[in-house]
Nanobody
Framework: QVQLAEAGGGLVQPGGSLRLSCATS????????MAWYRQAPGKQREVVAS???????TYDFAVKDRFIISRDNAKNTVFLQMNSLKPEDTAVYYC????????WGQGTQVTVSS
């Protein structure tokens, strides 16, 4: 069974940066679109960035030009570089395929606050 393990979250001031990583236990994602999702308190989980096997990326308007998604197929890892963070980016961040068919990991908390 494929498992996901997100890491890299934390507390950061507005304008700061964080780099999230998501390791998988299997080599399933080299042929799949992978995505980062986030869920803020009281809100539904939403897709913020996705990366197709051919390298095409898609970003939610709210994070476009600030976040960068990338992947290392050899290491079964997907990354999310987050720059110019804003308080509204505060959420638990998850990775999964898109559409999501892998069991969800625990996510990693990102808190943007001064």
């Amino acid at each position: 069974q494929v498992q996901l393990a997100e890491a890299g979250g934390g507390l950061v001031q507005p304008g700061g940066s964080l780099r999230l990583s998501c390791a998988t236990s299997g080599s399933i994602f080299s042929g799949y679109t992978m995505a980062w999702y986030r869920q803020a308190p009281g809100k539904q989980r939403e897709v913020v960035a996705s990366l197709r096997p051919n390298g095409i990326t898609t970003y939610d308007f709210a994070v476009k030009d600030r976040f960068i998604i990338s992947r290392d197929n050899a290491k079964n890892t997907v990354f999310l570089q987050m720059n110019s963070l804003k308080p509204e980016d505060t959420a638990v961040y998850y990775c999964n395929s898109l559409p999501s068919f892998i069991s969800w990991g625990q996510g990693t908390q990102v808190t943007v606050s001064s």
